[in-house]
């Protein structure tokens, strides 16, 4: 697969949630500094929390800022017979019966995107699934240990 696409796609997705953020924040913003949410009274809180939710909004919007900016410097790899998962790994790896893939990046675990009619899942090296697969090469069989659940997985490509 061509990873130099999927970290494109990535970067789009990402983009694409920057832009919910930015939107919601400033009507948030509009919202918190509106007049007819001035405190009435000491028990009046519509204002405050307005603002609460503008400055969090803020926040995951300069978060996703932060992951755009790793993975648009992220060099594409290619992972040789025999190397171990590491930042920029794409793995392909059964469980279940199913055939799953996870593209290790370096934030923003948990964005899908879609590329060549097959769903890749990012995942960092900080999630339950990316500690257990860090390191890890390919024909490895471990069992994975996710959700409370103990299951047998083999990783079958590492690119």
Same mark, same amino acid.
């Given at each position: /697969?061509?990873?130099?696409? $999927?970290?494109?796609?990535? $970067? +789009?997705?990402?983009?694409? !949630?920057?832009?919910?953020?930015?939107?919601?924040?400033? +009507?948030?913003?509009?919202?918190?500094?509106? !007049?007819?949410?001035?405190?009435?009274?000491? =028990?009046?809180?519509?204002?405050?929390?307005?603002?609460?939710?503008?400055?969090?909004?803020?926040?995951?919007?300069?978060?996703?800022?932060?992951?755009?900016?790793?993975?648009?410097?992220?060099?594409?790899?290619?992972?040789?017979?025999?190397? +171990?998962?590491?930042?920029?790994?794409?793995?392909?790896?059964?469980?279940?019966?199913?055939?799953?893939? =996870?593209?290790?990046? #370096?934030?923003?675990?948990?964005?899908?995107?879609?590329?060549?009619?097959?769903?890749?899942?990012?995942?960092? #090296?900080?999630? #339950?699934?990316?500690?257990?697969? /860090?390191?890890?090469?390919?024909?490895?069989?471990?069992?994975? %240990?996710?959700?409370?659940?103990?299951?047998?997985? %083999?990783?079958?490509?590492?690119?």
């Amino acid at each position: /697969m061509n990873k130099r696409a $999927i970290i494109r796609k990535i $970067i +789009a997705r990402l983009t694409e !949630e920057l832009q919910v953020y930015f939107r919601a924040a400033n +009507a948030s913003r509009a919202e918190a500094t509106h !007049e007819q949410n001035k405190a009435e009274d000491k =028990y009046d809180t519509r204002g405050l929390e307005a603002s609460y939710l503008a400055r969090g909004q803020s926040r995951q919007a300069a978060e996703i800022e932060s992951a755009i900016a790793e993975f648009e410097k992220l060099a594409v790899r290619r992972f040789g017979d025999g190397e +171990a998962i590491d930042i920029g790994a794409l793995v392909e790896l059964e469980h279940g019966g199913e055939n799953s893939f =996870y593209f290790l990046g #370096p934030r923003a675990g948990g964005t899908e995107v879609l590329h060549d009619k097959k769903e890749i899942l990012v995942i960092t #090296p900080q999630s #339950p699934l990316g500690k257990q697969l /860090m390191g890890r090469k390919q024909g490895d069989a471990l069992q994975l %240990k996710l959700g409370g659940e103990t299951r047998a997985a %083999k990783i079958l490509s590492v690119t």
